[in-house]
């Protein structure tokens, strides 16, 4: 049985790009929840694999660290020459351009509650599209998506308090 233990950042994102430096695949859970409604913090975790910049698309979900020195966990929604943009799927605002040397990582598989979904797969990324395409009208949806949520958070509420 493993134990689940909170980590700093620094000391994960550490151990993570030594991972990758290695050639080796590395997982996390998710925290916070701008990417969601497709990751949520807590419950979702990311198999990330190394990716060369050259290699990135729009819709693929990268880790990346800004010049700050922050990680994001986010979606690529543009691409340029030595740059690529990026957006939480929960965020109403692009998180603007970065050189492509910022890039750790290429999310490759999303773990929910036991179930393993292949990025890659043909519906996800049409999923994926479909969402970046709905960008104008993403604060509607996501205020819609999370009435929906909360109303099912209290229904199961109000049954299990039956």
Same mark, same amino acid.
């Given at each position: 049985?493993?134990?689940?233990?909170?980590?700093?950042?620094?000391?994960?994102?550490?151990?993570?790009?030594?991972?990758?430096?290695?050639?080796?695949?590395?997982? =996390?859970?998710?925290?916070?929840?701008?990417?969601?409604?497709?990751?949520?913090?807590?419950? @979702? $975790?990311? !198999?990330?694999?190394?990716?060369?910049?050259?290699?990135?698309?729009?819709?693929?979900?990268?880790?990346?660290?800004?010049?700050?020195?922050?990680?994001?966990?986010?979606?690529?929604?543009?691409?340029?020459?030595?740059?690529?943009?990026t957006t939480g799927d929960g965020n109403c605002f692009r998180d603007?351009? =970065?050189?492509?040397?910022?890039?750790?990582?290429?999310?490759?598989?999303?773990?929910?509650? @036991? $179930?393993? !979904?292949?990025?890659?797969?043909?519906?996800?990324?049409?999923?994926?599209?479909?969402?970046?395409?709905?960008?104008p009208m993403r604060k509607p949806l996501l205020t819609l998506l999370?009435?929906?949520?909360?109303?099912?958070?209290?229904?199961?509420?109000?049954?299990?308090?039956?």
């Amino acid at each position: 049985m493993s134990e689940k233990r909170l980590i700093s950042s620094s000391v994960l994102f550490a151990a993570i790009e030594e991972e990758l430096q290695n050639r080796h695949q590395a997982s =996390f859970t998710i925290t916070g929840m701008s990417m969601w409604p497709f990751l949520c913090h807590g419950r @979702d $975790k990311v !198999i990330i694999t190394a990716c060369a910049a050259a290699d990135l698309k729009k819709g693929d979900i990268v880790l990346l660290q800004t010049p700050l020195g922050n990680y994001l966990l986010h979606r690529v929604t543009g691409r340029k020459t030595g740059m690529f943009e990026t957006t939480g799927d929960g965020n109403c605002f692009r998180d603007g351009w =970065f050189p492509d040397a910022c890039l750790r990582a290429r999310v490759v598989s999303l773990i929910r509650k @036991d $179930k393993t !979904i292949d990025c890659s797969a043909w519906q996800w990324k049409m999923i994926f599209r479909l969402w970046m395409c709905l960008f104008p009208m993403r604060k509607p949806l996501l205020t819609l998506l999370k009435k929906s949520e909360n109303t099912e958070n209290t229904k199961d509420t109000e049954i299990s308090l039956i």
